[in-house]
C-alpha cells in the first residue's frame, strides 16, 4: 500500500474567504481529526496532495510543524464545474489498527460476448489493517452468460481482508442484447407504385 509524506501549514483563519485565498495561493484547506484528539485545521500543497490521491486508500503521512500524523483520507469534495481539490478530511489512523474502507473492485477474465456488461457497483467495502489496504479487488468474468451477475461474495479478498459490504449486492450484470424488431406499418402515399407495380388507379382511370 503506498503512504506518502506530505508537509502542511495550520490554519489560523477560518470561513468563506480564508478557504479561497488558501486555494489562490494553492493549498487545499483539510482536517486532521480521530483517535480523540482535538482536531487539527491545516492546509496542503494542491499538487502534492492530488498526486497523492491518484493512488486508493493512501496513507498520507502528515507532517504539522515537526509533528507527523499518520492518515487516511476519509471524505474528499471537489469543485462541481473544474473539478479542483476544495476541502479533505483526514483520519488520523494507527499502525496495525484495522479500519473500514471502500475499494474499489477490477473485473478479469472473459465474459459472453453476447452480453452487455453493466457495473453495479465499482467499490466494495471491506475492512483491512490501516497500511496493508489492498488498492483494489479483483473479481473474475470467466464462464458469465447473457443475464448472470456477479456479487460481492464473488470477489477475491486478499490475505487479512474482511467484506462488510452485503454478501449479496450485485458488483457486475451481463445484460442480454435485445432482439426484439419493430414492426412499423407503411401507409402508401397518394400515387405511390403498387404491390403489382402499377400505380393505382385514379378517380379520372375509373370514370
Request: net charge negative.
Amino acid at each position: 500500500m503506498a503512504e506518502i509524506t506530505i508537509n502542511a501549514t495550520k490554519r489560523t483563519e477560518f470561513g468563506k474567504g480564508a478557504s479561497r485565498r488558501d486555494r489562490r495561493a494553492g493549498n487545499v484547506p483539510a482536517v486532521i481529526y480521530g483517535h480523540g484528539a482535538e482536531p487539527q485545521h491545516v492546509a496542503l500543497p494542491l499538487r502534492e496532495l492530488g498526486a497523492a490521491l491518484k493512488t486508493s486508500n493512501v496513507l498520507l503521512d502528515v507532517v504539522v510543524d515537526g509533528k507527523t500524523e499518520l492518515t487516511l483520507p476519509k471524505s474528499v469534495t471537489r469543485n462541481p464545474l473544474t473539478g479542483i481539490l476544495a476541502h479533505i478530511d483526514l483520519i488520523i489512523v494507527r499502525r496495525g489498527e484495522r479500519v473500514k474502507v471502500e475499494v474499489p473492485v477490477h473485473t478479469t477474465g472473459k465474459h459472453d460476448v453476447d452480453g452487455i456488461l453493466e457495473h453495479m457497483n465499482n467499490t466494495i467495502e471491506v475492512e483491512a489493517e490501516a497500511t496493508s489496504i489492498p488498492q483494489f479487488l479483483e473479481l473474475n468474468m470467466d464462464g458469465m452468460m447473457a443475464g448472470d451477475s456477479r456479487y460481492a461474495s464473488d470477489v477475491i479478498l486478499t490475505a487479512g481482508v474482511i467484506l462488510i459490504s452485503d454478501p449479496a449486492m450485485a458488483v457486475i450484470h451481463l445484460s442480454e442484447r435485445s432482439t426484439a424488431v419493430e414492426e412499423v406499418e407503411v401507409v402508401a402515399e397518394p400515387g405511390a407504385i403498387g404491390e403489382d407495380g402499377e400505380a393505382p388507379a385514379t378517380e379520372a382511370d375509373k370514370e
